[in-house]
């Protein structure tokens, strides 16, 4: 068994906990060209889900960040 817990036994990432440096090169090679870890942190600091040991579960940070980007329009109008 591996001792990070984002990589299971079989060597693989796990999407629901992954280290913020982890999150930003997925999203990154994704296409987010501007996401770095200053930004995730800043979305931890605003409400975004963490797990308890500080690694984030992607679908939920990605969850997240749609409700967010709705919340910004709907707040403008858009």
Do not use: K, Q
Request: proline share 6%; net charge negative.
């Amino acid at each position: 068994m591996s001792a990070d817990p984002a990589e299971p036994a079989d060597g693989a990432p796990r999407l629901t906990a992954l280290p913020i440096a982890t999150v930003v090169a997925l999203l990154r090679r994704a296409g987010a060209r501007h996401l770095d870890t200053d930004t995730v942190r800043a979305d931890l600091a605003a409400g975004a889900p963490a797990n308890a040991d500080g690694t984030i579960n992607l679908i939920s940070y990605g969850a997240w960040l749609v409700r967010e980007l709705a919340r910004t329009e709907s707040d403008h109008g858009s």
